[in-house]
C-alpha cells in the first residue's frame, strides 16, 4: 500500500519529499490511514480537523480522537468547530454543501497563512464510483462522469488509487485505529444507497463493473481535455472580458452548431446546470432586458449581446445619515463639502453633485433605486420614471442594478453618478451648495 500511494502521487504529481502537506484528518478509516501513509513515507505534515457540531457528543469523540493522534505522534493538530446548520440556513443550501463550504475556506486559509504545498483530503476508489453515478443520475455532461480529480487547485486525492476493501486490510495489518461515523450505516443519503445497496447490485449483475467504471471514466477524462481545448478555443474567438463579467455576440453563439452542446459547455464555468440549456437557447432568441440565473451568475440580453455576471448577494442595505458629519465617515464619498456660491467654480464631472443645501431635509437615505422611482432630471419641467431615465442614457443592464439614489425624504435628490434633480439645483438664491463626489 505505502509503495502504491507513493507511486500513485509520484505519477500525478502530487507531492514530493520536500512538500508540506496538510491533512485533513475526520478521524475515519480513510483519513486515518492516509495520515499513516504520509506518516510512514516521513513527508512533513500537520493535520486539521473540522468539527461540524452535527452529531454532538460523537462528533466532540472524533475531535478529542483526532488531537490525541496527533499528541502521540508529534504532529501539530489545528481544529475549527463550525455551525454548519446555521450556514446551512442562512445560505439556503443544504447541511452537505454548507459543511463542504465551510471546510474548503478553512482550508485555504491554513494553507495560505501555513505556506502548505496543497492540503489532502482522503477520498478513494470507491468514493469517486460513487460520484460517478450520483452525476449519472443527475444529468451531466462529458466532465461530470470524469470523476473527482487527484488534483484541482490546491487540494490532492492521494487515495484515488485504492479501494475500500483495500484501505480496510491496511488499517487492519497496521492497526490503524479510527473512528466510525455512525451516519455511514444509514440509508439517509444518496450516497450511502448507492454505497450500500446500488454498486453491490452492479457487482452482482457484472463482476469487475467497479473497474470497468473506473475504466470509463479514464476515458472519458480524455475525451473531456479534448473538448475543453475546442471549447477554449472558441471561447476566446466569442467572448470578451468586461470590468463587471464577461460579454458575447448573440449572433456568434447562435450559430454554433451543434448548438446545445457548445452552448452548455461554453457556460458551463457560470454554473449552468445541463437542464438549463434549453432556456439559454430560449433566451438568446429573446428581447433586451430577459435574463436567467444560474447558482453563481446572471445571464442577461442586452442589445444583441448576452452579458454574463456573478450573482450578488443581495441589494445593499439603506443607509441613513442625520448630519453631514456622518456622510464624511461612511467613505461613500471622496469629497464631500459645503461651498458658499461666491467662493469658488463648482466642481465639473457626473460623479460630482452639487445642491442647493437649503432644500435638503436630513435624514438623508441613499439606497438602491426600485420600479417606479422618479425624478425631475436637471433641466427638465416633468418627471420622468429612473426606469426610463437610465434606458435613454444607454445604462447596461448590469450597470443599471448598482444605481443608487440619494433621497431627502422621499424625493429623489442626486441619481448617484448621472444628474440630480431639478428641484435641489443652484439658483440665485441658494445661500449654501453641499458638493458630493463619489
Known amino acids: 500500500m505505502l509503495q502504491r ?83 446551512a440556513a442562512s445560505r439556503k443550501i443544504s447541511v452537505q454543501m454548507a459543511a463542504r463550504e465551510l471546510r474548503y475556506e478553512w482550508f485555504d486559509a491554513l494553507v495560505s497563512r501555513g505556506g502548505f504545498d496543497a492540503v489532502a483530503v482522503a477520498h478513494n476508489l470507491d468514493d469517486n464510483i460513487e460520484t460517478f453515478i450520483i452525476n449519472l443520475l443527475r444529468g451531466t455532461g462529458i466532465s461530470g462522469l470524469t470523476g473527482m480529480s487527484p488534483r484541482h487547485q490546491n487540494v490532492i486525492r492521494p487515495l484515488l488509487f485504492a479501494r475500500r476493501d483495500e484501505i480496510a486490510a491496511w488499517a487492519a ?66 467572448f470578451r472580458c468586461r470590468e463587471e463579467g464577461y460579454e458575447a455576440d448573440i449572433g456568434s453563439l447562435i450559430a454554433l452548431q451543434p448548438a446545445a452542446p457548445h452552448i452548455y459547455e461554453l457556460f458551463r464555468r457560470f454554473n449552468i446546470s445541463s437542464g438549463q440549456t434549453g432556456e439559454l437557447l430560449s433566451l438568446l432568441r429573446s428581447s433586451t432586458g430577459r435574463y436567467m440565473d444560474t447558482a453563481t451568475h446572471r445571464i442577461l440580453v442586452d442589445r444583441g449581446k448576452i452579458l454574463v455576471t456573478e450573482k450578488s448577494e443581495g441589494p445593499p442595505p439603506d443607509q441613513l445619515f442625520h448630519s453631514i458629519d456622518e456622510m464624511h465617515i ?109
Not at 357 to 386: E, H, N, S, V
Request: net charge positive; with cysteine; hydrophobic share 40%.
Open 330 to 438: 461612511s467613505g461613500l464619498f471622496t469629497d464631500l463639502r459645503v461651498l458658499h456660491p461666491s467662493d469658488e467654480p463648482i466642481p465639473p464631472g457626473r460623479l460630482t453633485a452639487c445642491v442647493d443645501l437649503g432644500l435638503i431635509t436630513f435624514p438623508l437615505t441613499i439606497r438602491q433605486w426600485a420600479p417606479g422611482d422618479r425624478f425631475r432630471p436637471l433641466g427638465m419641467t416633468r418627471m420622468k420614471k429612473i426606469s426610463d431615465f437610465l434606458i435613454d442614457l444607454k445604462i447596461p443592464a448590469t450597470a443599471k442594478d448598482k444605481v443608487l439614489l440619494l433621497l431627502s425624504g422621499e424625493e429623489v435628490v442626486w441619481v448617484m453618478g448621472y444628474r440630480i434633480d431639478d428641484r435641489y439645483r443652484i439658483t440665485d438664491r441658494t445661500e449654501r451648495i453641499l458638493s458630493m463626489t463619489i
Open 5 to 87: 500511494f507513493l507511486q500513485y502521487s509520484n505519477q500525478e504529481k502530487l507531492f514530493s519529499r520536500s512538500s508540506r502537506i496538510l491533512l485533513a484528518v475526520s478521524g475515519g478509516i480513510d483519513s486515518m490511514v492516509m495520515a499513516s501513509l504520509f506518516r510512514e513515507a516521513g513527508t512533513d505534515h500537520e493535520i486539521a480537523h473540522c468539527n461540524f457540531t452535527l452529531r454532538g457528543r460523537e462528533s466532540d469523540g472524533d475531535e478529542r480522537f483526532v488531537i490525541s493522534y496527533g499528541a502521540k505522534h508529534g504532529i501539530k493538530v489545528q481544529t475549527m468547530r463550525f455551525d454548519t446548520l446555521g450556514h
Open 173 to 238: 495489518e497496521k492497526k490503524v485505529k479510527f473512528r466510525e461515523d455512525s451516519s455511514n450505516a444509514g440509508l439517509k443519503y444518496a450516497r450511502n444507497m448507492i454505497r450500500h445497496l446500488v454498486i453491490p447490485d452492479l457487482e452482482r449483475v457484472r463482476p469487475g463493473a467497479r473497474n470497468a467504471i473506473t475504466a470509463t471514466m479514464s476515458h472519458l477524462r480524455s475525451s473531456s481535455e479534448i473538448v475543453d481545448l475546442h471549447i477554449e478555443k472558441i471561447r476566446q474567438e466569442i
